[in-house]
């Protein structure tokens, strides 16, 4: 009995080490989402338990945690840990709304002319004037369109996605904030309001989702035998879950409006 809570905490732990590595990782694009019926398979081919939960919080994840697939679940001999773990695993098109990193867009400065590098990782100067651990991997020229990836959390070199979405890093002296669909037209002030208007939108619609995912886990939760300890330790990671979610919503959201202001 003491393995078996030891293995449930052990997924409620995970799903938060999911969780928080979301922040500065986005899962692959070519990943395919785990779903219940990949569970079963995992299961059915004599796989442990700790072994497909480990999977479960490794991966994205589109499951089907309504009461009626939980009843399936349990049904089919998958065991509480594992159905937790499921719970508790944020779904895969949540994932892509919130684990993609914050952009803005962007063209390369036209004050340089030459076609700019750009490089692999941010480059370091070396007493030699060489770049370590970093190698140039394409160009751009001057005017190109590209998204700026999280550019307040980098100083003097920025990640950026290039139009036909290779990806590398540039010193943020030679990039421009533009606006994404108006570049070379001035910007009212009634399409600020507009982009402004459109942007709180969004920032609802971000945390009306988070919550309804959220009450939609904690109903599942509720219909699951768990000692009260177990139950309070799950009900406080998937809360956690909820707050880095809404943070995420709230990050996006400002950074938004700084774009807004940039055109």
Not at 12 to 32: E, H
Not at 83 to 103: C, F, K
Not at 234 to 239: F, I, Q, V
């Amino acid at each position: 009995m003491r393995l078996f809570y030891a293995v449930l905490l052990t997924a409620i732990l995970s799903g938060g080490t999911t969780l928080a590595s979301q922040d500065t990782q986005a899962p692959k694009a070519s990943a395919k989402s785990l779903t219940n019926a990949d569970v079963r398979d995992m299961l059915s081919t004599g796989l442990s338990q700790e072994i497909v939960i480990a999977k479960i919080a490794a991966s994205t994840c589109e499951f089907d945690t309504s009461p009626t697939a939980l009843k399936v679940l349990k049904a089919a001999n998958v065991s509480d840990a594992v159905i937790l773990a499921m719970v508790q695993a944020p779904t895969g098109s949540h994932r892509q709304d919130t684990n993609t990193e914050p952009s803005a867009p962007a063209r390369i400065d036209c004050k340089h002319t030459d076609p700019v590098p750009i490089f692999s990782a941010p480059r370091t100067q070396t007493l030699n004037n060489s770049g370590s651990d970093s190698v140039e991997v394409f160009r751009l020229k001057c005017g190109d369109g590209i998204t700026l990836l999280n550019p307040a959390s980098n100083q003097g070199w920025i990640k950026i996605r290039a139009s036909d979405g290779q990806v590398g890093y540039i010193s943020f002296a030679l990039v421009k904030y533009v606006a994404s669909d108006q570049q070379g037209h001035a910007n009212s002030e009634s399409k600020k309001r507009e982009d402004t208007q459109k942007a709180n939108d969004n920032l609802e619609d971000c945390k009306a989702r988070s919550q309804n995912e959220y009450s939609t886990k904690m109903d599942a939760l509720n219909t699951m035998a768990l000692a009260p300890m177990v139950r309070v330790a799950a009900a406080s990671r998937l809360r956690q879950n909820l707050d880095a979610e809404l943070r995420q919503c709230r990050s996006q959201y400002e950074l938004r409006l700084k774009a807004i202001e940039a055109e």
